[in-house]
C-alpha cells in the first residue's frame, strides 16, 4: 500500500467496509523477490553462510527456498478498496495469520483476492481483520494459502461496531524449548521496504513524527518474519515446507536496529506457541502459534 499525502489525518471508519473485497488479481514472484525478503527480514546478517537456502540460487548443492511469512508480501498487492479512504500513517498492525496449503515456492504466479472480514470497536480505535487468499489459478477454486491480518487504526473507534473478544491463551510453565537471539540493521526498515511495503512510517522520519513516532520504525511484517527466521532456526532448519501455520499479535513497536528474542516451547510434535521480546525484555510479539506438517 502507497500512502497519499491527500489523506484526512482523521481516519473514519464505518460498518459497511466490511465486505469490501478486490477482484482476482494476477500475481507473480521470482528467484530475486525470495532473496530480497529474506535479506529483508535478515536472512544471513552476520554470517553470511548461515542461510544460502534463503539467500542464493547459485549455491553448490543448496535449492533455493521461499521463507513461509513472504506470503504476507503477495498479500498487500490488492488492498481492499475500503481501506484506501483512510490515512495509513494511523495503522497498526494488530495481529497476523500465515495458512500454507501447499508449501511457497521460491517462484511462482498466482492469484490474489483481499476482503475486509470483520470490523471492531475498541473505543479509542478500531480493528479492521482483512483476510487474503492465493489462489492457483483465476477460478478461485485451487487454495494455495491464506494470509489474515488484523489492523488497528487509532482515532477512529467510537462508531458503534462490535466490541473485541479475546481467547485465553496460555504459555507453558517452563522455561522455553529454545531461545533465538537475532539483531536488526539500523538500515533494516529501508531494505525490507523494498519487498513492496513502502509506507512512509518506516522511512521519513517527518512523516513518523507526526504520527507521534520519535522516528520510523520497522514494519511490523519484517518483525514477523524475523520471527519466522527464528522458527526455522529452532525446529524446521532449511524446510520451511513443514511450516502449515503461523500467528501472532503485535503488541509494541520494533525499532530498526533493535535485538530481538523468540522463545519457543513445543505444546506437541506438531505445535509449538512462542513470543518475541526486545532487548529490554518487552514483548513485542505475543500469543505466537505454530503449526507444523504432522505427515511430512
Known sequence: MTPQDSRPLGARVTADMVGSSTPLKAISWDER????????VGAGLGDPESELHFTTENTSGITLKAIPTMLTTLAVAAPP?????????????????????????SQGQGFICNRIASIEDKGSGAIIRNAATLFAD?????????????IYVRGAGGFGGPRPTSTPFIIPDRAPDFSIQQH?????????????DRHRLHSDPQFARARDFPRPILHGLCTYGFACRAVMTALLGAE???????????????????SLTTQIWLTDTSNAVFQMLNSVGERVLERGTITLRSDY
Open 33 to 40: 523477490d525470495t532473496i530480497l525478503y529474506a535479506l529483508g
Open 81 to 105: 478498496p475500503a481501506l484506501s479512504t483512510l490515512d495509513i500513517g494511523r495503522f497498526l498492525h494488530a495481529e497476523q495469520s500465515v495458512e500454507f496449503l501447499h508449501p511457497l515456492s
Open 240 to 258: 520451511p515446507e513443514r511450516l502449515t501455520g503461523m500467528q501472532a499479535r503485535f503488541v509494541k513497536p520494533v525499532f530498526p536496529g533493535d
Open 138 to 150: 483465476e477460478s478461485g477454486q485451487n487454495i494455495l494459502a491464506r494470509s489474515s491480518s488484523s
Open 184 to 196: 536488526t540493521r539500523p538500515e533494516q526498515a529501508l531494505l525490507y521496504r523494498l519487498s513492496g
